[in-house]
């Protein structure tokens, strides 16, 4: 059974198409994509995957959760697997490239190396992971998560969606009986590369059409509550105040001002904020407001948190206010595998790819395949950054650009 | 028809029971108070404060929007009238002492005036405001300005309450059918004075008993829109974002702290925010805030906006931001009488009263009356300056010492 690359995929203008065609699995009203996982479109976008994969005669399978590999077997069995691939899963309403490129990318990658040089030593599989978003579950990279032995069934047992609906029975409806589970764990893979839109700015701000990235960020995310005392708008005099506003607006400028003064790469985001009563002419007695860090060193987020901290008890300390502070995420900063960030360059170097190397800003499959293989992460530039949103857009030559460099290092890593 | 005083209301502690009487109507399970224009307990209020007015002899009437008077004639029939009283209405569960205690203390005010002197020489009338607060419909001063010339039914024709019901059908609910209106404006008012809780601190922290009301505050209301561009909190370098909630913080910084600059009786609140899309780890795209401004000089608060909306669009185009300020009140400042503060003075410091000058920073139907008469407005301790609330007390020696100054300054007018 001959691996058959269908020529159109050579082509550069079949990439687009691949994008659209993708995009209509879940297709909203204003251009956008909503897949979620385990829904209808989600279904119909990862068997349509699968077709796709079988009419070129790649070797297919869906594991026990839902993630679709397409294996392009290498001629020395003694050798592990190398896997490439992202999500299937979108946001409401996201766009057409998040994830969705990273599968497109890695299954164009694979049929051209196919084309020119036929079967590789290793195996190269092209993987769609069932989910990375966390838009339907309270959950992310449930995908690639279970793959890397990071979660199994347990996990999910007692989770819902908005709608009520059980995640064992939105697994089943798709198809994937918990009962008939297996795990997932794969024991022999190599190396994972995926690529991905950046879902920023900086690679256009730089023209540049690479990123390699070095590392992905750790995060923290916390939820502050200042309560001070509520009171009438003109009867109040300036001194007597306590009010939670005023004091919820020093400590936001306070620790957006401080991010540069640490570390130039650290982004802090306030982008949650509830005033109680929210009356125009009462002296608001409580503001709560969330709080999101990140930067790729846990030193530089610990000494961070550390002066804010302080300032943030000394400012309501002194005016009598009452501060808490309580943190509902926290995720570990993940370095890239140097070297085959090294290779990534090299090759880029030799085609004349304006790279850069980037930060991820944003959480991907790669930083839960890093803890526990080599693993590295391209990106593509996205238009004025943005994301999640129907607006999302990257050209077809950068889409080119970023398949090409994925092609070279898939054949100096698996031929 | 002589006037009939019950003893019981020189006692002092028939104050106290006479507030918790008044509280009855439209009592809440908070043990605060609703008292809605024209609903029902309202109604029952104002017919039973007619009662007991009838009960002591005083000439009664309402006008035809449902102001109440109780007269105590002059002798001199030549002579203009000394009108007191405040407000019957409340804000939803407000206290017992936000109005009604300014109508109570006219009221045994004018009774111990005539069982210990006998008719006055100038009639006395002791008014029940039908409306001051704007908490049903969106309009405040109904009753005041009615009296004033200011509004007619022309003003009311098109408002409605929060359930659809329209203000003329709740009139004539009410017993006051705008069919059978004939104008409330008194053109016989020589004086106006009130008598009112606080609403604030002052008082209290300066150990006084008593304020006498220089001026009441001028407000301006506006609300502020900021517009910069929502983007993803983890992929936006510091450097690239436009973050409304960062851009705000800031303003709202600065306003604070340049109102002790300009005056340090200026007052400025920004009581209601609202952050889009209000989401943790997104980068907000657009706050809009609520900015309520007060002083008693006109000129200051001109200077002080001058000063931060120049500071505004300085910040905001700096950030290549969208800065919209749009004014929603402009209500002036007045000056209550200068001789009529000067009279309540010397009774206070005849008296050994504890009193000081104030401005009053709530609005009250004396600034109505201050730009059509000569007004006078004494304010007594609130504790805490807790007031629009079931907590809103004042104790009853400081209601006494209140009626005490206001029965020797209508003596010193009336007699």
Not at 90 to 117: C, H, N, P, Q
Not at 186 to 202: A, K
């Amino acid at each position: 059974m001959a691996i058959q690359v269908n020529k159109q995929f050579l082509d550069k203008d079949q990439v687009g198409n691949m994008i659209e065609w993708l995009a209509a699995f879940g297709r909203t009203e204003h251009g956008g994509v909503t897949r979620l996982l385990y829904s209808r479109p989600w279904l119909e976008a990862q068997h349509a995957l699968k077709n796709k994969m079988d009419q070129m005669k790649l070797q297919t399978h869906f594991d026990s959760v839902g993630n679709l590999f397409g294996r392009l077997p290498g001629t020395d069995t003694s050798e592990k697997t190398i896997l490439t691939g992202s999500h299937i899963d979108t946001v409401v309403d996201g766009g057409k490239y998040d994830g969705a490129y990273g599968i497109i990318a890695s299954f164009v990658a694979v049929l051209r190396l196919f084309e020119t040089y036929g079967y590789p030593k290793k195996s190269i599989e092209v993987v769609s992971f069932c989910e990375e978003e966390g838009s339907r579950f309270p959950l992310t990279f449930w995908g690639s998560r279970n793959i890397c032995g990071e979660y199994t069934l347990d996990r999910v047992k007692d989770i819902k969606d908005a709608e009520g609906i059980e995640f064992l029975d939105a697994m089943k409806f798709a198809g994937f009986d918990p009962h008939a589970y297996t795990s997932p764990v794969r024991g022999d893979i190599e190396s994972f590369i995926e690529i991905h839109i950046e879902q920023g700015m900086v690679l256009e701000k730089n023209q540049n059409q690479v990123g390699i990235v070095s590392h992905i960020v750790g995060q923290r995310r916390y939820t502050i509550r200042i309560k001070g005392e509520s009171n009438h708008a003109g009867t109040t005099p300036m001194q007597y105040r306590k009010d939670a506003v005023t004091a919820a607006s020093r400590l936001i400028s306070f620790l957006t001002e401080k991010t540069n003064e640490v570390d130039s790469g650290l982004v802090a985001t306030v982008g949650r904020m509830q005033v109680k009563p929210n009356v125009p002419n009462v002296v608001a007695g409580e503001v709560e407001f969330s709080l999101d860090i990140r930067h790729h060193q846990e030193s530089v987020i610990d000494q961070y948190c550390g002066e804010i901290f302080a300032e943030f008890e000394r400012v309501t300390k002194n005016q009598e206010m009452e501060l808490s502070i309580s943190q509902w995420m926290d995720v570990k900063p993940v370095q890239m595998d140097v070297q085959m960030g090294e290779l990534a360059q090299k090759i880029a170097e030799k085609k004349n790819i304006r790279y850069q190397p980037i930060i991820s800003g944003a959480g991907h499959d790669a930083q839960v395949f890093g803890d526990v293989c080599p693993t590295t992460l391209l990106f593509v530039p996205s238009q004025q950054g943005i994301s999640h949103s129907p607006s999302e857009f990257t050209s077809l030559d950068d889409l080119e650009v970023g398949i090409d460099l994925l092609t070279e290092v898939l054949y100096k890593l698996a031929y």
